[in-house]
């Protein structure tokens, strides 16, 4: 919103500037006073922003989107529905599904680090992401609403940014629902793969594992997955196919814009 303005006070309410004949000649001691109240006023950090809260949330938008073009870049490469889950049945009517069996227990702990950097490689930028996407989101809910008003632009100009506004954040909620997904995906692979591990628990060759070692495997990629490691809920993002199109094609939420911040806040709250 548009702060008050500073200079009021040297101003009468008709809008002239104060008569000074009535107080005698004007001596240095008077024009030091208005310096000094200039000074005071200048150097006040509720002076310093005077950039609307729409135009504000624009440039979030715009800084978001800066980011996220590497981001998106780092899903395509990634190419997390490779490690998707399905079953054997399935893979038989699905060509570009390969069984993920690695036949050793070589070839499942060099599968099970390559699941999670590809892991640690998302989920990492993805919050970044999110501590943007939740201050664009307080801005928006805090300030702009349907009565905005600005003294510097028309009414249909306000409703235009409004409108972009909305579906910029609808388009980071798809971006983040993406990553959450592929997150989904990687999880539900590790735990194939520490499932597939297990049949060479305590077998004596040297396809051996014991079950301390992959207990703490299990244990450590727990921490990883449920987003306690990086203390970030990603999973909130995690929507069904659905919304995420009507996110795509600039729909509402379904949740009141008040119950959206408050998961977003609760994302990054430290997990038990």
Same mark, same amino acid.
């Given at each position: 919103?548009?702060?008050?303005?500073?200079?009021?006070?040297?101003?009468?309410?008709?809008?002239?500037?104060?008569?000074?004949?009535?107080?005698?000649?004007?001596?240095?001691?008077?024009?030091?006073?208005?310096?000094?109240?200039?000074?005071?006023?200048?150097?006040?950090?509720?002076?310093?922003?005077?950039?609307?809260?729409?135009? &504000?949330?624009?440039?979030?938008?715009?800084?978001? &989107?800066?980011?996220?073009?590497?981001?998106?870049?780092?899903?395509?490469?990634?190419?997390?529905?490779?490690?998707?889950?399905?079953?054997?049945?399935?893979?038989?009517?699905?060509?570009?599904?390969? !069984?993920?069996?690695?036949?050793?227990?070589?070839?499942?702990?060099?599968?099970?680090?390559?699941?999670?950097?590809?892991?640690?490689?998302?989920?990492?930028?993805?919050?970044?992401?999110?501590?943007?996407?939740?201050?664009?989101?307080?801005?928006?809910?805090? !300030?702009?609403?349907?009565?905005?008003?600005?003294?510097?632009?028309?009414?249909? &100009?306000?409703?235009?940014?409004?409108?972009?506004?909305?579906?910029?954040?609808?388009?980071?909620?798809?971006?983040?629902?993406?990553?959450?997904?592929?997150?989904?995906?990687?999880?539900?692979?590790?735990?194939?793969?520490?499932?597939?591990?297990?049949?060479?628990?305590?077998?004596?060759?040297?396809?051996?594992?014991?079950?301390?070692?992959?207990?703490?495997?299990?244990?450590?990629?727990?921490?990883?997955?449920?987003?306690?490691?990086?203390?970030?809920?990603?999973?909130?993002?995690?929507?069904?196919?659905?919304?995420?199109?009507?996110? &795509?094609?600039?729909?509402?939420?379904?949740?009141?814009?008040?119950?959206?911040?408050?998961?977003?806040?609760?994302?990054?709250?430290?997990?038990?």
């Amino acid at each position: 919103m548009t702060p008050e303005n500073p200079y009021e006070d040297f101003f009468e309410s008709n809008g002239n500037q104060p008569n000074r004949k009535d107080t005698g000649k004007e001596t240095p001691q008077n024009f030091s006073k208005e310096e000094n109240i200039f000074e005071e006023n200048i150097h006040d950090k509720r002076f310093k922003n005077s950039r609307e809260s729409l135009d &504000q949330v624009l440039d979030s938008l715009q800084l978001f &989107q800066k980011k996220a073009t590497s981001f998106s870049k780092l899903l395509s490469e990634t190419r997390a529905i490779q490690h998707k889950v399905v079953s054997r049945f399935s893979r038989l009517f699905l060509t570009n599904q390969k !069984d993920p069996d690695k036949k050793s227990l070589a070839g499942e702990r060099a599968y099970y680090r390559v699941l999670t950097k590809k892991f640690i490689n998302i989920i990492e930028p993805m919050k970044a992401l999110t501590e943007v996407h939740l201050q664009t989101v307080k801005l928006f809910n805090k !300030d702009i609403d349907e009565d905005y008003y600005s003294i510097d632009k028309e009414d249909h &100009q306000i409703k235009r940014e409004r409108k972009q506004a909305i579906e910029g954040i609808n388009l980071q909620r798809s971006i983040l629902a993406d990553a959450a997904a592929d997150l989904s995906i990687l999880t539900n692979a590790l735990i194939a793969t520490e499932k597939r591990m297990s049949r060479y628990v305590d077998i004596g060759n040297y396809n051996n594992i014991s079950s301390s070692e992959l207990k703490l495997l299990t244990a450590q990629r727990e921490e990883l997955t449920s987003g306690k490691s990086h203390q970030f809920r990603y999973e909130i993002f995690d929507i069904n196919i659905i919304d995420k199109t009507v996110l &795509q094609l600039g729909g509402y939420q379904k949740e009141t814009s008040k119950q959206y911040l408050s998961k977003l806040l609760d994302a990054f709250q430290a997990r038990s």
